[in-house]
């Protein structure tokens, strides 16, 4: 089984919808991060957390929103999708200072 | 902040060959350099790394090299396979945490049997 897992793997939505993506980690790892990977721009990193009570906003926040339900979920939430939010999403985890993200399969997001 | 560039952005090589893969970063505090490498269908999975008091570093084909003067770095994997064919990302980071990473744009890599 895979040490960060995240669901749906691909999702094709509406643009004004609410949809949530998920990420749940077996790693026991504090530290969590949502990044979106759009051709010819790399990874950016939309939000972190480095611990249940910690929510703290990345490069390109706009528009998005999360979670930390427990120390091994973190959700990502686009309250009113926009097409321009269609790209792929990663969920990735930290352990402590180390610098190494460790990241999960990846959610394809479709806003039409 | 921190602006990393990569170069090129994609790149066939013969099985065999060797592949270069270069990076640029602005930020002269920098001081931690991975590379990344992610598979069709997978997350990014980091292959190796490179810390600012090393000129060099290698595992088996693959080897990094960084220029502090000139603020680049590189990757080269000798000896190409089919299974190296994927996306290669350089980051840098001054301050530890992932959440400090900056990342390039991505290389994909074409290995030809």
């Known amino acids: 089984d895979a040490d960060v897992t995240q669901t749906p793997r691909n999702r094709i939505t509406k643009t004004g919808k609410r949809i949530m993506l998920e990420c749940s980690q077996t790693k026991g790892h504090d530290r969590m991060y949502w990044y979106r990977q759009d051709p010819g721009l790399g990874l950016r990193l939309i939000y972190y957390?480095?611990?249940?009570?910690?929510?703290n906003k990345g490069e390109i926040s706009d528009g998005y929103s999360v979670s930390r339900q427990a120390q091994a979920k973190f959700s990502l939430a686009l309250e009113s999708a926009i097409p321009n939010q269609t790209a792929l999403y990663f969920c990735?985890?930290?352990?402590?200072?180390?610098?190494?993200?460790?990241f999960g399969q990846g959610t394809r997001l479709t806003v039409v | 902040g921190e602006n990393v560039e990569q170069h090129p952005s994609t790149l066939s090589v013969q099985e065999g060959d060797s592949a270069v893969i270069k990076c640029t970063y602005s930020d002269s505090a920098s001081n931690y350099f991975p590379w990344y490498k992610q598979e069709l269908g997978k997350g990014p999975q980091l292959i190796i790394d490179?810390?600012?008091?090393?000129g060099e570093k290698k595992d088996q084909r693959i080897a990094v090299t960084l220029n502090k003067t000139a603020k680049h770095f590189s990757l080269h994997i000798t000896e190409t396979q089919p299974e190296d064919s994927a996306v290669y990302f350089c980051?840098?980071?001054?301050?530890?945490?992932?959440?400090?990473?900056?990342f390039g744009t991505g290389t994909r890599l074409t290995v030809i049997p």
């Open positions: 957390s480095f611990d249940v009570k910690d929510i």
């Open positions: 980051a840098a980071s001054k301050r530890a945490g992932a959440n400090n990473l900056f």
């Open positions: 990735a985890t930290g352990g402590g200072s180390n610098t190494e993200a460790f």
């Open positions: 490179i810390r600012s008091n090393v």
